[in-house]
C-alpha cells in the first residue's frame, strides 16, 4: 500500500473508496458511455486483481499486472475478516512494498507509456485500482483513468448485451458441408463476427484447439464486445456462420440463438475434392504446425495424432463399429506414414472419407428440417460477392 508520505494516506483512501465503491451497487450500469468508448476503441486495460480473479473472468483485452497476489489477498482478506478494515490495509502495505512494489508499479508504467490510453480497473472500481493510480502518480506523474465500477459493473454491461434487442442489424447466417470455406468467408467480410474465434473451436468433434477455451465468463465478454463493436460500424446485416447451441463447450445465449433462428440463409457450396482441402489445410496443415511450435517435432506429431483420434472416438457410436474401425485405420496409417516420411498427404484419405459417410449425411439432415429460407446459394467467391453487392 502507499507511503504515508503520499497525497493521501492509505486509510484516508480506504474511507473514501471503500464507502463508494463496496458493494458495487451504486454503479448505472445502464448504457454507460465509457464502456461503450472502450469497447469501441479497444483501449488497454490492466486488470490489477489478483490472478485467481483474472482467471475466473477479464474484460477482453486485458493484462493481469495484480497489485496484490493470490496469496497476499488471501492473507489481507483473512485480517480484514478478524481484524477489520484499517488492520487489513495496513497489512497490504507491509505485504507490498519497497523494491515489490516498486516492480509492481514500474510494469504498470511501461504499458502506460506505450499506451497513454491504458486504463486500470479492479473488481468494483474501488480500493487497489485507486492506490494503484495514486503509485502511478507519485512514481512517474503520470495520470491513468480508471474503469468506474470496475470488472463487475463491466461484465454487467456486457451480459446486458447478449439479448440483441438493441441491435440495429439483422441477422444472416452462412450455412454449407464441412469445408466449404464458411469461416474463410467469415473472415473476409467487416460485418461479420467470427463465433467459434471467440469460442476458440472449430465446432466440431475435432474442434479443439491447443491453447484451449476461454471460460465462459470470458467467452461471453469477448462475444458481447465482439456485439457491440459490429453494432459501432453501422452494417446493415450482422453475418455468422451458422452454430448450434454450443461451440465445443461453450453455450451460446438463448436470446442470441434465437434472433440468429430469424436470419437469412446463405448456403455455401463447394465440390468435394475443395472441400477435403480445405479440411486438410486447417486440422491438419496449420494444427500441426501449432502442435510442433509448442513441442518438439516428434512429440507434437504424436500429441496431434492422439487429439485427433480422440476425436474419431467421440463420435464412434454415430458412425458404428465398421465405418469407426475403418476410418481409425486410415487415421493411424496416415499418421505412421508421416512420422516415417514426413508426408502428410494421405490424411486426406480418411477426411474424405468422414466428410462422404458422416459429415454430409448430417448436414443433410438438418438442412430439410431448418425451417429458413435459402436466399442464395452459389461458390465462396460467389457468396462474397453477393453479400458485398447487399450490404453497398
Not at 465509457?34 to 489478483?50: K, N, T
Not at 502495505?93 to 506505450?114: F, Q, Y
Not at 442489424?169 to 467480410?189: C, Y
Request: contains cysteine; glycine residues 8%; aromatic residues 8%.
Amino acid at each position: 500500500m502507499p507511503d504515508p508520505t503520499t497525497e493521501k494516506t492509505v486509510k484516508q483512501l480506504a474511507i473514501e473508496v471503500i464507502g463508494r465503491h463496496q458493494t458495487g451497487k451504486d454503479i448505472d450500469v445502464g448504457d454507460t458511455p465509457l464502456f461503450a468508448r472502450v469497447i469501441a476503441e479497444q483501449h488497454p486495460l490492466i486488470d490489477v486483481r489478483a490472478p485467481v480473479e483474472f482467471l475466473s473472468g477479464s474484460l477482453p483485452g486485458a493484462v493481469n499486472l495484480p497489485i496484490m497476489g493470490d496469496e497476499e489477498r488471501r492473507q489481507v482478506g483473512v485480517c480484514y475478516k478478524e481484524a477489520g478494515k484499517e488492520e487489513a490495509i495496513v497489512l497490504g502495505r507491509t505485504l507490498v512494498s519497497g523494491e515489490k512494489r516498486d516492480k509492481r508499479v514500474a510494469g504498470w508504467v511501461d504499458l502506460i507509456s506505450a499506451d497513454p490510453q491504458t486504463m486500470i480497473y479492479c473488481a468494483r472500481g474501488g480500493l487497489r485500482s485507486h492506490i494503484a493510480r495514486e503509485w502511478i502518480k507519485t512514481h512517474s506523474g503520470r495520470q491513468v483513468e480508471l474503469v468506474e465500477g470496475g470488472y463487475k459493473a463491466f461484465r454487467r454491461y456486457l451480459l446486458d448485451h447478449l439479448n440483441p434487442g438493441w441491435m440495429k442489424s439483422s441477422a444472416i447466417v452462412i450455412g454449407g458441408r464441412t469445408g466449404v470455406g464458411k469461416t474463410i468467408l467469415i473472415n473476409r467480410l467487416k460485418n461479420s463476427v467470427d463465433l467459434e474465434a471467440l469460442a476458440n473451436h472449430r465446432g466440431s468433434s475435432f474442434g479443439n484447439h491447443l491453447s484451449g477455451q476461454p471460460c465462459d465468463a470470458d467467452f461471453e465478454n469477448r462475444l458481447a464486445a465482439a456485439l457491440i463493436r459490429h453494432d459501432c460500424g453501422n452494417f446493415r446485416h450482422l453475418i455468422v456462420e451458422d452454430e448450434g447451441r454450443h461451440i465445443g463447450r461453450r453455450f451460446l445465449p438463448v436470446e442470441l440463438v434465437r434472433f440468429f433462428a430469424t436470419g437469412e440463409l446463405i448456403v455455401v457450396e463447394a465440390p468435394l475434392e475443395e472441400r477435403v482441402e480445405i479440411t486438410y489445410d486447417e486440422y491438419v496443415v496449420a494444427e500441426q504446425i501449432l502442435y510442433l511450435k509448442a513441442f518438439s517435432t516428434i512429440d507434437g506429431l504424436r500429441r496431434w495424432c492422439s487429439a485427433m483420434e480422440s476425436g474419431i472416438d467421440r463420435i464412434a457410436n454415430k458412425l458404428g463399429p465398421s465405418r469407426h474401425r475403418r476410418v481409425k485405420e486410415m487415421f493411424s496409417g496416415a499418421c505412421a506414414r508421416q512420422e516415417q516420411t514426413g508426408d502428410a498427404s494421405t490424411h486426406k484419405d480418411w477426411i474424405e472419407q468422414l466428410l462422404r459417410i458422416y459429415y454430409d449425411p448430417m448436414y443433410d439432415f438438418q438442412l430439410k428440417k431448418d425451417t429458413r429460407r435459402v436466399i442464395f446459394r452459389g461458390s465462396l467467391a460467389e457468396v462474397e460477392q453477393y453479400l458485398k453487392f447487399r450490404d453497398s
